[in-house]
């Protein structure tokens, strides 16, 4: 077999671009989001008081002051001595950023969805009803706080952020300064 000028050329040709195709990859420390599926509801609970970090809307029923601490739940503060006001539970619910309360119901967000929540019983609240993607979430940029550093970059399509973990990240996209 005669291997001709042309056919030389084309190898040549052929494995710079191969070559070029190969990306390298740039392997960091940093942070990843922590998913869980919009259908988890095994989170929602009452429980123990927690300390406050990243406190959002506020609301006022009878003797009881609710606050979001976004992203994870609502803190329930008894406030029948306003001297004196004790925060008394935390209701967990991952990715809350809204909510209300009227009578003995919670309406709250999970990310896309608006869960309807009992909440006659304090200790022991329970989910009555889901309204399912009342929120957008392709607007949302979340990110790690009090964090300097590459991350992953959140994608509401794997689920509703639960919070972060340090790991490799391989060809991080996303970073905060």
Same mark, same amino acid.
């Given at each position: 077999?005669?291997?001709?000028?042309?056919?030389?050329?084309?190898?040549?040709?052929?494995?710079?671009?191969?070559?070029?195709?190969?990306?390298?990859?740039?392997?960091?420390?940093?942070?990843?989001?922590?998913?869980?599926?919009?259908?988890?509801?095994?989170?929602?609970?009452?429980?123990?008081?927690?300390?406050?970090?990243?406190?959002?809307?506020?609301?006022?029923?009878?003797?009881?002051?609710?606050?979001?601490?976004?992203?994870?739940?609502?803190?329930?503060?008894?406030?029948?001595?306003?001297?004196?006001?004790?925060?008394?539970?935390?209701?967990?619910?991952?990715?809350?950023?809204?909510? %209300?309360? &009227?009578? *003995?119901?919670?309406?709250?967000?999970?990310? #896309? =969805?608006?869960?309807?929540? $009992? @909440? %006659?019983? &304090?200790? *022991?609240?329970?989910?009555?009803?889901?309204? #399912? =993607?009342?929120?957008?979430? $392709? @607007?949302?940029?979340?990110?790690?706080?009090?964090?300097?550093?590459?991350?992953?970059?959140?994608?509401?399509?794997?689920?509703?952020?639960?919070?972060?973990?340090?790991?490799?990240?391989?060809?991080?996209?996303?970073?905060?300064?």
């Amino acid at each position: 077999m005669q291997v001709s000028y042309t056919h030389v050329l084309i190898i040549i040709i052929g494995s710079l671009l191969f070559e070029g195709c190969e990306k390298d990859h740039i392997v960091k420390d940093g942070m990843k989001p922590i998913y869980i599926r919009y259908d988890d509801f095994s989170g929602l609970k009452s429980g123990p008081p927690l300390p406050y970090q990243n406190l959002g809307k506020i609301v006022s029923a009878g003797q009881f002051i609710f606050i979001n601490e976004i992203g994870k739940g609502i803190h329930v503060i008894n406030n029948s001595n306003p001297n004196e006001p004790n925060q008394i539970y935390f209701w967990s619910i991952v990715g809350n950023t809204e909510f %209300t309360i &009227f009578q *003995n119901v919670l309406y709250a967000n999970n990310g #896309k =969805d608006l869960l309807i929540i $009992d @909440i %006659t019983d &304090f200790d *022991n609240i329970s989910l009555s009803k889901i309204i #399912k =993607d009342q929120y957008p979430l $392709d @607007i949302l940029e979340l990110y790690p706080e009090n964090y300097t550093g590459y991350f992953e970059c959140y994608n509401y399509k794997l689920g509703i952020l639960k919070g972060w973990e340090k790991g490799e990240l391989i060809n991080p996209y996303c970073k905060t300064n």
